[in-house]
């Protein structure tokens, strides 16, 4: 039987959950297809061990082409996540990190395109997601780098419309979940439970997650409402999923809160930095409920057929369109106002999810990658490849020298910049004014409860109610 090497490319050297699952995922389900392959997972920066303990070597991208020379790749594949857009980012590496790097996230389906056209490697999209429509000078080069895929998937809708709105056949794309949600057909329950009470023994328990952006006005509510459930008899777990994204802090700091509110009745488990993947996947898949940000925190509950609520204060749109392609919307909420009359709706109404023939879709996805795969090489439309490029050089250049006739946009910008400064401190004065008006509101209202109360005594005085009987008698001559 034949082995397959494979590079897949993902954002494999930071500890995020949700993108660690891709390659997890893929290997276990090729492992239950019969099929042999073997993983070179390659990342923007690299030249690391894959976090969560998995021990597995992350290569950086422009060593793509130095491994395949050595190993020969039958295939590439991008391994998925909301990695479909031109942008990068500040990021820190690892959970000791204190400097912010660039973090070039296109490259992880960028780069795979131009090295599958130039190699003649097999190019295979594991349902990444995108983000935004493209701004119209990048369409012609997505339609470039789209011309070297083999098999295209996307795992919603959302990102399906942006490829199309850039001219690419809609037939030639296929949709489906996030590959993550076949993970109860790949993960026996009674294992992962077995790990689970290796960590905790509790049998009912709620798992919040939140990264450092949840905002410092939201944790007086969220607590309340986790303190309620604590006293409903659920332990009340405090998850951290995202290493780099200081999810640590904020949680230890939701857990003080509750117990400077409520006393050591207030306190919370919360778990730290030293998870592996399978323990963090089987605290999802045991939990009676889980409340946070994380959208892969979302699927492996909903997964194992729990409860979840999706807290998405960051505004996330991949979460949004999660529950409601779920038919489940009214538990995505993005506040704590909303937390409350959520978790009643939950436990009287339930978390009903119908995933049955949504895991038969993603199975046909693995078909489709297999039967790729194993096929012969397809040469692509190399003059396609050549057109596609030189238009995307070309509105590029359009738009540059449309920008450079906007001599004045450095002053329009210092005005902004001017005006947003100047409305700052204008909003800052008004919440100290406010707060002026707020202290006076409730130092009168407490005036008048004192009034209030004294003219209850006046009333219930014995010279008070003769003054009303003489006063009821002159009246009725």
């Known amino acids: 039987m034949k082995k397959y090497n494979i590079a897949f490319t993902g954002v494999f050297d930071i500890e995020n959950y949700g993108d660690h699952l891709f390659p997890l995922i893929f290997r276990e389900k090729m492992k239950k297809k019969g099929i042999d392959c073997e993983l070179f997972l390659f990342s923007p920066i690299g030249d690391v061990q894959q976090g969560y303990q998995q021990n597995y070597e992350v290569y950086p991208l422009y060593k793509l082409q130095e491994l395949h020379d050595r190993y020969h790749f039958d295939a590439v594949i991008v391994g998925g996540g909301g990695i479909l857009h031109y942008a990068s980012g500040k990021q820190l590496l690892d959970k000791n990190s204190t400097e912010f790097v660039d973090y070039k996230v296109f490259e992880t389906w960028v780069i795979p395109s131009l090295f599958a056209y130039n190699n003649k490697v097999k190019l295979i999209w594991n349902l990444p997601g995108g983000f935004h429509e493209f701004d119209y000078f990048y369409k012609p080069l997505t339609r470039c780098l789209c011309t070297t895929v083999d098999y295209m998937s996307v795992r919603d809708q959302y990102t ?21 949600f076949i993970m109860k057909t790949l993960f026996k329950k009674e294992d992962l439970m077995s790990i689970k009470n290796k960590i905790i023994q509790s049998d009912s328990y709620v798992i919040y997650h939140a990264n450092i952006h949840l905002p410092e006005n939201e944790i007086p509510e969220l607590v309340e409402n986790l303190y309620k459930l604590k006293c409903e008899g659920h332990d009340i777990v405090l998850l951290p999923i995202a290493y780099t994204h200081n999810d640590q802090a904020i949680l230890n700091r939701i857990n003080e809160y509750s117990i400077n509110t409520y006393g050591e009745d207030g306190a919370f488990t919360v778990l730290g930095e030293n998870l592996n993947m399978m323990d963090i996947m089987s605290l999802l898949a045991c939990c009676k409920l889980y409340i946070g940000v994380s959208f892969h925190g979302a699927v492996t509950a909903l997964s194992f057929s729990n409860s979840a609520i999706g807290y998405d204060y ?46 038969v879709n993603i199975n046909h996805h693995f078909d489709n990658m297999c039967h790729i795969l194993e096929e012969d090489y397809k040469e692509k439309d190399r003059n396609q490849f050549y057109l596609e490029f030189s238009q995307a050089i070309f509105e590029i250049n359009n738009f540059y020298e449309k920008c450079k006739n906007y001599d004045d946009i450095t002053d329009q ?6 005006l947003a400064r100047a409305t700052h401190i204008q909003l800052e004065n008004l919440k100290y004014e406010h707060q002026q008006l707020q202290d006076k509101y409730l130092e009168t ?23 009303r009987k003489v006063k009821r008698v002159f009246k009725n001559k």
């Open 160 to 180: 399906k419309d942006i490829l199309t709105s850039c001219n690419i056949p809609a037939d030639k794309i296929y949709t489906c979940l996030d590959s993550a």
């Open 445 to 467: 209202v407490n005036q008048l409860e004192q009034t209030t109360a004294q003219l209850q005594k006046i009333q219930n005085t014995v010279l008070y109610k003769g003054y």
């Open 413 to 418: 910008l210092s005005h902004l910049d001017q």
């Open 314 to 359: 960051m505004h996330n749109g991949k979460t949004k369109d999660l529950f409601k392609t779920l038919n489940i919307p009214q538990y995505y909420i993005t506040n704590s106002h909303e937390l409350e009359k959520t978790i009643q709706s939950i436990k009287t109404e339930g978390c009903h999810v119908e995933l049955d023939q949504k895991i």
